[in-house]
C-alpha cells in the first residue's frame, strides 16, 4: 500500500514537473516590468510569473501567521481551562467519596 502511494505521489511529481517546463518553454518572450518609480529588467514571461506567484504564497503566507498565532493561543487557552476543570472534577469526585466513608 506504500510503494502504491509513492508511485501515486511520484507521477504527480512527474505532471507538475512537465507542466512547469512546458510552461517555461511557452513562454519565452522577454518583458520589462514598468512599476511607475522603478523599471525591472527584461526577463522572460514565464519566470515573472513564477516570481509574481512566489511572492503571492509568501504574502498570504505572513497574512495568515496572525491567524494562525491567535488560533494557538486559543487552543493553549483551551486546554489549559480543561486540565483545571479536570483537576476541579477529579477533586469533587475524591471529595464525594470522602463524604460518604
Request: aromatic share 6%.
Amino acid at each position: 500500500m506504500r510503494w502504491i502511494k509513492g508511485l501515486i505521489l511520484a507521477v504527480i511529481l512527474l505532471v507538475v514537473l512537465l507542466v512547469g517546463i512546458l510552461f517555461a518553454v511557452n513562454n519565452q518572450q522577454t518583458i520589462a516590468l514598468n512599476l511607475i518609480w522603478l523599471e525591472l529588467p527584461a526577463i522572460s514571461l514565464s519566470v515573472w510569473l513564477l516570481a509574481t506567484l512566489t511572492l503571492g504564497v509568501l504574502v498570504g503566507m505572513i497574512a495568515m501567521m496572525g491567524v494562525y498565532i491567535r488560533l494557538k493561543a486559543k487552543l493553549a487557552r483551551s486546554e489549559r481551562h480543561s486540565r483545571q476543570q479536570r483537576k476541579e472534577l477529579d477533586q469533587l469526585r475524591t471529595q464525594e467519596f470522602k463524604e460518604l466513608a
